[in-house]
């Protein structure tokens, strides 16, 4: 990856700025991991690895993937793809028909 960025901006990175754009560029699942790992970085310096760095992004990817994978979407309405049988447009059904629940 470290290749990757040096080739696509033309410049060599030392250690610390290739584990401060790493950092930079977690997305908003981990901002409490961002946070910590800079934090870190500001007392730690280079004594903060890139295998630290890495192990601590797959621990909290774990937990984004659990959470996500366990999120319940069964409060979600399928929308009604039939017509209502009141007054014949498509969309709705006669029980949550607007004009009879006004009555």
Do not use: A, P
């Not at 910590?36 to 909290?60: A, P, V």
Request: aromatic share 12%.
């Amino acid at each position: 990856m470290r290749n990757e960025l040096e080739f696509d901006y033309n410049e060599v990175t030392d250690e610390d700025d290739f584990k401060l754009m790493v950092i930079g560029g977690l997305t908003d699942d981990y901002e409490s991991l961002q946070s910590q790992l800079e934090y870190d970085f500001e007392k730690m310096g280079s004594g903060l690895s890139l295998r630290k760095i890495k192990s601590q992004i797959r621990i909290r990817y774990s937990r984004v993937k659990v959470d996500i994978s366990s999120t319940s979407f069964s409060g979600f309405k399928r929308r009604f793809k039939g017509s209502c049988h009141h007054c014949g447009k498509q969309g709705h059904k006669k029980e949550n028909f607007w004009e009879l629940k006004k009555r």
